[in-house]
Structure formats: C-alpha cells, structure tokens
C-alpha cells in the first residue's frame, strides 16, 4: 500500500533523533563533529564535486568528517546518516543537497513510435504507485534518487529507470516502445479489484505485481483467482476442475510461458501449482483466442513471467499453514537476469488444520478412506514446486529467455486388514508429476518487423499402486505424455495502425496408458502419438484514439495421423461509442486432440481417477468448438457495468469425459453440447472501498444421439451463479469479503430404492440437482516496512466462514440389495495465515 507523506515524516525525524542521539552519547564523536558547512568545503576539495543547498537547509547542522579513504559514494552515504538530509548526485559532478521530507518525480509517457500520451499507465516504486492521466503525466514520491521506477502499460514493453535520471530534466518525457505482439488496449481498469484489466481483445488479465485480494485468498493463487470471473467456476471448488462457461476442465488450454501444462493442482486441486511469486501475468480468455494458439474449446488461461531484466537484487520468502516457499529475481550483468522460485508443503513437519480439511476433502469416498474388511494408517502427503525463468539479452535486438517447471504430488498410505489371523500392511501410493522446459527466441530485425522462435517440451506422469490386502493384489496404472512443440512467429507492423502476425506450428503429442496386475497376471499399455501442423495469419487494428481496436485470424491445422484438415477463423472487435460507453464482439472457431476420461470411478485410488488420451478419430474424435459473443461496458467515475451474451456449441465429446455416475457411467457414446449464457458484473469504487456483484445465466444441454433420452441437461448445467465481493483498503490494511451462491449441480436420481440385476434403476437423466452451493470467505493483508529496503506482509483468510455443509456430488450404489447414496460435501471452515518478507 501507498506510503503517506506524513508517515515519511515521522520516519525521517526518527532517524534525525537517532542519528543525533547517537553522536550525543559518544563524547569523542561529539568532539569531533564540525559545522556540516564546513565539511562541505573540505570534500569539495576532496572529490572534486559541487554541492548545491540552500543556507537554511543545512544551518545549525553538525557531523564528523567522512573518513578519508572513502569513496564519493561512500561519503554521501555516511552524511546521509549523519545529517538527516538527501544527497542527489546530479551529473557526477553536482551534488544537491535537499531535505528528507517528500521527494517527488515526474513525467510524460508517450508512445515510442506515435508520440501520442499513453493513459492508465501504471508508474510503480516500492511501496507506492500511480497511472498517468490523459495527458501521461505522472507524479510519484520516491525515497531517494537511488530508487527503481517501473513503468508498465500493456501492449508495451516495461521500462525500469533511477529517480535520478528524471531529476535532471524535471518532468521529462519519456517513450515506451510498443510491444509488436500486442495491439490490445486496456478497455476496464481494475475490473474487479486494482491490477485486474480487460482488454480490447476481449481477455482479462491479472497483473499480480499490483495485484490487490480477493476474498478467501490469503495468497495469491493463480487459478483460483480467476474464478471471481463472470462465467468462471469449478463444480467441485478445484483448481483442476475450472469450467469455463459450461465446459469441462480437459477443454481448458492452461500455458505457463507458453508451456502446454498437463497438471494444474496440488493436493489433487485444491491449489494451485503455479508459483504467483514467479507467475506475475495471467491472462483468461473466454472467447476471441488469438490466431496463434490452438487447444482449448472452452478457454485459455495463459501465465507469464515478469518479461524484463532485473537490475537490482530481489527475494522475498513466505510461510504459510500449507507451505513454505521462496523466491529471488537475481542480476547476472546488464545482460541477464535469473528468477527462481520453490515451494514446499510442510505436512511432514506439522499437521495443521488446513492440511487435514484439505487432506479430508480429498479423500471422501476414496480408497485412503479404507476398503472394505480393512483399514488405512500412516497417511502423508506431500507435494513441492519449482520454477525457473532466465533472461539473457545479448544485444538490443536479441533476446532470449529459458523457462523450467517441475511439480511432484505424492500420497502414500497403508492398507491393512487380516489375512488367514495375522494382521497384515501394504503400501499404496499415488504420484503425479510434471517437468517442462521452454525456449524462446526473439528478434528485432528494424523498428517495424520482429520473429520469434518457441519451442517447449512438456511431460506430465501419473502413476498409483494400489494393493488389495485381503487378495494378496497389486494393481499398477500409469497416464503418460510427452510433448513436444515448435512455433515460429512473425510480427509486423504496417503503419501506426495495423500489425500483421503470421507464422508455423509443429506439435507432437505421445499418450501412454499402462494398467498391470500382479495376480492374475494382466497388463495392457497402449501407446499413440499425433502430429499435426499448423500455419495462422493476423491482421490487427488500433484506431486513432483508441476508438476501435480489431483482430481478424485464420489458423489452418493439419492432423497427419487422420489426414484431416481444419480451417479455424477468429475475430475480436472493440468499439468505443463514447467517452464511457463500449461494445465488443468476439468469435471463434477451435478443436482439440486430448480429452481426459474416466474408466472406473476407483482408477488412481479414486482420487485422480481422469486419464489424458489422444483422439482417434473414432470413439474418441477430435473435439470441435464454435463460439459467438456480444457484450457492451459502461464505466464511469468509479462505477461499470459489463453485460456479455454468448453461444457456444462443442461437437466430439464422449461420455467418458463428462463424468457421469449414473445409468451412464459405463456406457460409451459420442455427443455434442450447446451453452446459451450472459455474464454480467458491476462494480463500484467508493473513496477506500471497492465492491463489485457478478451474475452468470446460463442453458447448458447435451445431445448424444445413442442414449435415450438424447436431450438433457449437462453434468456442468448451472443454470444461476451470483459472487458478491469487496475489498476495503486504509494504509497498508486490505480486508476482503465475498459471498458465493450457485444453483446445484443437475444429478439423477433413482426412480425406485430397490436394485434390479444388481444395478440401481434411475429415472429422467440429469432432472434433479443438488442443494443451492452457499459459501462466505474473507481474508485480510497488513503490509508494513522492516528496514530501509525490506518490508514484510501478514495476512490471513477464512474459507467457509460459516461453516456451510454444501453438497458438491451424489452418486449412488447397490450395496447388501439396497440403494445406497454417497454424499461429497465441500470443505467446511477453513482457515489460513501466511507472513512474508521481502527483501
């Protein structure tokens, strides 16, 4: 939070008192203290430098002389604790001497290219920001001249620059080059909270270096954080299951530095296992994708790292009641820069009580629970994260970055029962993993044209030994995939208003799936692979003034293995019909080649049970999407309004994929989906306080022509979903409250208690629901300065804050011949607390 002026000025008068209490404790330094003056005169000398003050500045003030040997930096660096006052090395030769009161910079922003003001900038030093006005001016307090200004906006690159250089021009102009990849404008600032933007394109994107909070986060967590969205949920409260406007979580496209990940969640989606300390960008896009990504029928969620060279030395470290974690940002030369960042849970060392609710939530009618004639002992879990990201810039026109992930999710337990009178113990265990690395290149050929080259590869495992102690079995499964990707992209641009980007995809995907039993013997791998090619074009448009902002893409992918060709168009077009009012529409046409599908609920202990499978243009197709939407914004003073109306029609999906427990639970068949729906959200900002209502309609039907009846609601059909939220704000205190309701998941039913064939008998496919989801969060952060160049951040949260039993699953079973129904219930109160420091 911002540091206020009079709050600056009650530090510098403690640091006054300490300094001069502390010469009057030690008679020798007393004695040897001359006028201040004075000292100027003979470092004048010395150093061969001019100090500018005025004469009341420095009256009356006293200090010891600097030691000979020291350097002019040195020097000023022992005046400045001695005298209280700000030394500012002008050109080198210059030294002005100012009091420590409020020291303030400025400038104008202006495009690099148009010269044009660039407005709602975002000018950041630590602890402190502003946004440029209409004209890009800005004006910002800083502590000193040694301190580091940020100046970010997007669709430009990010400039880093010393106080310094704009106290020597005063409110000197200053010019953000345009980054080629990106013509979107800022459409809504702060959408829902400060460092939340929608984008001309249509996306909405979380900038977490100026990111605010969120009700019920008491860190930021990438992928739940997107969930405040309109349109956004998961029917389970994952993160490995984000429906995004009716669609199942497989129909997700989730990039990490432009890494296809194959793994979202730790404890099996509770969290997230993006590190947001190392992930500063996140991008949601829900309609409209850029020609250049393919994947994801329902969405794209996209996360990047900070894309600039650090100049100075960054680490902060965090603990929280689930784990502890670590990051630095670490210059290498002017050239190269370092981030790394680790996180580990901390369930080895202690148990708290967030780690048995989750631990609890993710167990419910699984195996770790226990089997039937036995029990289960000695559960752990344990799971650790981490990233890597480095930048080398060998010349102003090269640039090169390396990225790496690795995430790990391993549960162990011991399944144990009698066997022939002796009490007998083995070992289950389930791990997931993940390790991707990526390499991006880029070019800048002149002032107009630039390339980049991506490549990634990415492998995701998930492998469960289950054990049968009662049979003497071991049943082994396996999901294996290995990824491959190239892409090669032009950008350039054509004029102040056009950018055209074109360029080539090669993927290649290779799926495994292994079951094998011990006793009897059985065991079946199957092994596939899919290649395909792809080529996309893009033409984009920024109007004078920002008043119309357009993208048109045509992608063309090639499926070597099924010899089938595929011509995707893609459109977003924003329009600003005045001052305060815009309209916006999106359209696009997608397809994907990975589904995940179920086999047998109690696959992979029946924790993880959705196994990734390439498609085989048969019983499982490639999956097709359309989609088209209309939306207007009106913001104004504080207050907006966004109304979105869509359709979305997906073709190829499978019953397997959708989860069902019910008459349709084994049955394979091949379908289609069709979702009508309005997110709306409005927001209002009141002096200290920001507070925002968000409504998602929705129909969301099935069609799968081979089941009876062929028409019925989906799995994930919720029809009503209201979110409530605030966040109110007072020096460095956030406090943050949210209520979120939604209509119960459609479920069906058994038409009669008694079994038949020793199978339950249901009735009308997917008619009744579950009880209406009911949860209230809250959480607050208390940001406060630890030393000069460090600060420190507390915050807690609560999840459920009443404690609600919400209903998220029902399924029944035949069980001694009676219906038996299970009930998944939600987690109940949970609470968080974390503390940070940042160095």
């Known amino acids: 939070m911002p540091i206020t002026i009079n709050q600056k000025r009650v530090v510098c008068l403690l640091v006054l008192c300490f300094s001069f209490s502390g010469f009057t404790q030690n008679p020798a330094e007393q004695k040897a203290a001359m006028p201040l003056v004075e000292v100027l005169v003979l470092l004048q000398e010395q150093h061969e430098v001019q100090f500018n003050y005025a004469e009341d500045v420095i009256s009356g003030i006293k200090t010891p002389v600097p030691p000979k040997h020291y350097t002019l930096q040195e020097t000023l660096a022992f005046l400045k604790t001695t005298t209280g006052l700000n030394y500012l090395v002008m050109n080198g030769a210059f030294i002005l001497i100012q009091r420590q009161e409020r020291l303030v910079v400025c400038g104008y922003l202006l495009d690099g290219n148009t010269k044009q003001p660039i407005t709602r900038a975002t000018i950041q030093v630590s602890g402190n920001y502003v946004v440029s006005d209409d004209l890009g001016f800005f004006e910002i307090e800083v502590e000193n001249q040694f301190s580091r200004i940020t100046l970010r906006h997007l669709g430009y690159g990010t400039l880093v620059r010393f106080a310094d250089e704009f106290m020597l021009k005063g409110c000197r102009e200053v010019l953000l ?3 080629l990849q990106a013509l979107n404008e800022v459409v809504i600032s702060n959408f829902l909270v400060k460092g939340v933007n929608k984008v001309s394109s249509g996306a909405f994107n979380i900038d977490f270096s100026d990111f605010d909070i969120l009700p019920g986060l008491v860190d930021a967590d990438v992928l739940h954080s997107i969930q405040a969205f309109p349109g956004v949920m998961s029917v389970n409260e994952t993160v490995s299951n984000i429906n995004i406007r009716g669609g199942a979580n497989d129909q997700n ?21 993006y590190n947001p300390q190392i992930t500063e960008q996140v991008s949601l896009i829900k309609n409209g994708t850029n020609a250049a990504l393919t994947d994801g029928v329902s969405g794209t969620i996209s996360m990047k790292s900070n894309p600039e060279i650090t100049s100075g030395l960054r680490a902060n470290f965090g603990l929280s009641l689930i784990d502890a974690n670590a990051f630095g940002d670490i210059p290498l030369g002017e050239k190269s820069s370092v981030q790394v960042a680790v996180r580990k849970s901390i369930s080895d060392l202690v148990k708290t009580p967030t780690y048995r609710a989750f631990f609890e939530r993710i167990s419910q009618d699984s195996e770790v629970e226990g089997m039937e004639g036995g029990t289960s002992s000695d559960k752990q879990f344990d799971f650790h994260d981490a990233s890597l990201r480095w930048l080398y810039q060998p010349s102003k026109k090269d640039r090169l970055r390396l990225n790496v992930i690795y995430v790990n999710n391993a549960l162990t337990f011991n399944e144990n029962a009698s066997v022939n009178g002796l009490q007998t113990s083995r070992e289950s265990k389930l791990t997931q993993k993940s390790i991707a690395g990526a390499i991006h290149y880029s070019r800048q050929w002149s002032k107009t044209f630039e390339t980049q080259l991506d490549v990634y590869e990415t492998d995701y495992n998930l492998k469960s030994v289950n054990v049968n102690v009662i049979d003497g079995q071991r049943y082994l499964q396996e999901n294996n995939i290995s990824e491959t990707s190239i892409k090669l992209k032009g950008n350039k641009n054509i004029g102040h208003h056009l950018n055209l980007l074109f360029g080539y995809h090669f993927v290649e995907t290779k799926v495994s799936n292994l079951d094998d039993v011990d006793t009897p013997i059985y065991r079946l791998l199957i092994s596939e692979v899919l ?14 003034k920002n008043k119309l902002n357009a993208q048109f893409g045509l992608r063309y992918d090639y499926l070597t293995k099924f010899k089938k060709s595929i011509l995707e168009p893609r459109l977003s077009v924003n329009y600003k019909l005045s001052d305060y009012f815009s309209v916006a529409l999106l359209g696009e046409f997608k397809h994907q080649s990975m589904s995940q599908l179920i086999n047998f609920q109690n696959d992979f202990l029946g924790i993880e049970k959705r196994r990734w499978q390439l498609s085989n243009n048969q019983d499982v197709p490639v999956i097709r999407s359309k989609q088209g939407g209309l939306g207007i914004n009106y913001n104004r003073k504080g207050f907006l309004v966004s109304v979105d109306g869509y359709c979305k029609f997906v073709d190829g999906i499978t019953t397997q994929s959708q989860g069902f427990q019910n008459q349709y639970e084994f049955v394979k068949a091949i379908g289609h989906y069709n979702v009508f729906g309005i997110d709306f959200l409005t927001r209002k900002q009141i002096k200290n306080m920001n507070v925002w209502l968000g409504y998602s309609y929705m129909t969301n039907l099935y069609a799968f022509p081979d089941l009876e009846p062929e028409d019925f609601p989906s799995n994930f059909d919720i029809t009503h979903t209201i979110t409530l939220g605030g966040v109110y704000s007072y020096n460095n205190l956030s406090v943050s409250a949210g209520l979120n309701w939604h209509t119960g998941k459609p479920i069906s039913v058994p038409a009669e208690n008694t079994p038949q064939d020793n199978a339950v008998v249901f009735g009308k496919t997917n ?9 209230m969060d809250v959480s607050a952060l208390y940001d406060f300065k630890l030393h000069r160049k460090s600060r420190g951040k507390v915050g807690f949260s609560v999840w459920n804050v009443f404690d609600k039993d919400n209903e998220i699953n029902k399924f029944y079973r035949v069980e001694n011949g009676q219906v038996k129904a299970y009930t998944q219930k939600s987690l109940g109160i949970t609470p968080n607390v974390f503390v940070r420091a940042y160095f």
Request: aromatic letters at 14%.
């Open 177 to 179: 080059k345009p980054n």
């Open 253 to 273: 496209l989730i990039l990490w530095d432009g890494i296809k990940m194959y793994q979202s969640g730790h404890f099996f989606g509770l969290i997230s296992i």
């Open 767 to 775: 008619q009744a629901a579950l009880q209406d989801y009911l949860r």
């Open 531 to 544: 290649r395909s090619h792809g080529a996309f074009s893009q033409m984009s448009y920024k109007g004078v």
